[in-house]
């Protein structure tokens, strides 16, 4: 077990005697509680899919796509050959 020395602002000292006001938690036990919690933020947006990025994208309707991506290059062919004839 380390021990270490913080110096807090203003603004984190007044955080800090709030949470032992209202929690009754020690000043070590409420800033381990704080690391613990940031420790797992951290650790969750690394874990985070793409998949899950995606899905909370607002994308709006679909439809636009005029080909699969698995033909994309089929796809962009016919896009410039009707793109020619105008």
Do not use: C, F, N
Not at 8 to 24: C, S, V
Not at 29 to 34: D, N, P, T
Not at 43 to 62: F, I, K, N, S
């Amino acid at each position: 077990m380390g021990t270490r020395t913080v110096r807090l602002d203003d603004e984190a000292e007044q955080a800090l005697d709030e949470i032992r006001r209202e929690t009754g938690m020690t000043i070590s036990e409420a800033l381990k509680r704080g690391l613990l919690a940031l420790h797992d933020r951290v650790h969750g947006q690394r874990a985070e899919t793409p998949w899950a990025v995606y899905e909370r994208l607002d994308l709006g309707p679909g439809g636009y796509s005029s080909t699969p991506a698995r033909d994309a290059k089929k796809g962009v062919l016919d896009a410039i050959r009707r793109k020619k004839r105008r």
